[in-house]
Structures are given as structure tokens and as C-alpha cells.
């Protein structure tokens, strides 16, 4: 599976971006998706998961009620709507698939990343 992030930029505090994580091969729609930030000289943070069949989310508490995960099996996309964002979720988003809720190291695939910029 490869994975292609899109839809990253830059916004004011209060605003929203939606990211997109489109995937190769034909396993997408039974795999794992999930969505990591990683901010400037810290460590790689879960922010949200989604199972394959799109019936259960995972949120990180820092996430809940602002962003909202959610996925296409037929255009093999997973989104995260993202809103009323803050300076402190400035960060480089991955998407990753093929793990478990907010167990990084059980995915297997991860996305090349795109930044996120929230200005006050």
C-alpha cells in the first residue's frame, strides 16, 4: 500500500482544512486507517483512526469535537476534516494504514506527510 497526503497549508486560528490520504493497491477497503501529527522536535502523536468498514473512530482527546475522520473505500481515500483549529495542532500530518486505533507502531504504511500551519 502507498499512500499520498494531500491538502495541507496554512490558516488562521479558528479556521478548518480538510486532508485527503489516497492509497494504492486493492486492500484499502479492509485495512486500518489512521491519521499522526508530528510537531517541530517532538515525537509522532496519534490524532485519530478509523476501522476498515468506517464503523468505529478513534479521537486523540486533544482532537475531539474539531476534527472529524472519515473515508471513501470506493475512491481509496481516508479524510480528516479539520475545524476550528488552533495554533497548537501546527504540525506535519501523516496518514498511516494497516494498524490499530492509536498504536503507532502497529502501522505498517505511512504516508509522506503534509504541514499544517495554524497562526494565532
Known amino acids: 500500500v502507498q499512500l499520498q497526503a494531500s491538502g495541507g497549508g496554512s490558516v488562521q486560528a479558528g479556521g478548518s482544512l480538510r486532508l485527503s490520504c489516497t492509497a494504492s493497491?486493492?486492500?484499502?477497503?479492509?485495512?486500518?486507517m489512521g491519521w499522526f501529527r508530528q510537531a517541530p522536535e517532538k515525537e509522532r502523536k496519534f490524532v485519530t483512526a478509523?476501522?476498515?468498514?468506517?464503523?468505529?473512530?478513534y479521537y486523540a482527546d486533544s482532537v475531539k469535537g474539531r476534527f472529524t475522520i472519515s473515508r471513501d473505500n470506493s475512491k481509496n481515500t481516508v479524510y480528516l476534516q479539520m475545524s476550528s483549529l488552533k495554533p497548537e495542532d501546527t504540525a506535519v500530518y501523516y496518514c498511516?494504514?494497516?494498524?490499530?486505533?492509536?498504536?503507532?507502531?502497529?502501522?505498517?504504511?505511512w504516508g509522506q506527510g503534509t504541514q499544517v500551519t495554524v497562526s494565532s
Open positions: 493497491g486493492r486492500t484499502f477497503s479492509r485495512i486500518n
Open positions: 498511516a494504514a494497516g494498524g490499530q486505533r492509536d498504536l503507532i507502531r502497529s502501522y505498517n504504511y
Open positions: 478509523i476501522t476498515w468498514t468506517g464503523g468505529s473512530t
